[in-house]
């Protein structure tokens, strides 16, 4: 199993930047495809980003539009998502997951974290 713990989160500006982290203990971590969703109340949950298990290969949501930028350190077992120039759109519960094939699909993943929320003013 792979335990995942989110941190970061928090309320900023419109156009501000923050940098999410998802800490990972348990089974090795470089095995794991890690993966950002995010859900904003009475949404479903979608997928942001997702990184391969060596960090060579990433894959974004077309609304990321090159604001954001997943990342990880597998000394650190950890990955990061940098979000910049938020718009309050952007609000929401981000989560990080983690699967041995990645994806785009949150029903693909077995490990969650509890997630961080992000908020955005206008």
């Known amino acids: 199993q792979v335990q995942l713990v989110e941190s970061g989160g928090g309320l900023v500006q419109a156009g501000a930047s923050l940098r999410l982290t998802c800490a990972a203990s348990?089974?090795?971590?470089?095995?794991?495809?890690i993966t950002w969703f995010r859900q904003a109340p009475g949404k479903e949950r979608e997928f942001v980003a997702t990184?391969?298990?060596?960090?060579?290969?990433?894959h974004y949501a077309d609304f990321v539009k090159r604001r954001f930028t997943i990342s990880r350190d597998n000394a650190k077992n950890t990955a990061y998502l940098q979000l910049n120039s938020l718009k309050p759109e952007d609000s929401a519960v981000y989560y990080c997951?983690?699967?041995?094939?990645?994806?785009?699909?949150?029903?693909?993943?077995?490990?969650w974290g509890q997630g961080t929320q992000v908020t955005v003013s206008s």
């Open positions: 348990g089974r090795t971590f470089n095995e794991y495809a």
């Open positions: 990184i391969s298990w060596g960090g060579g290969a990433t």
């Open positions: 997951a983690a699967d041995l094939h990645g994806g785009s699909a949150a029903s693909e993943y077995e490990y």
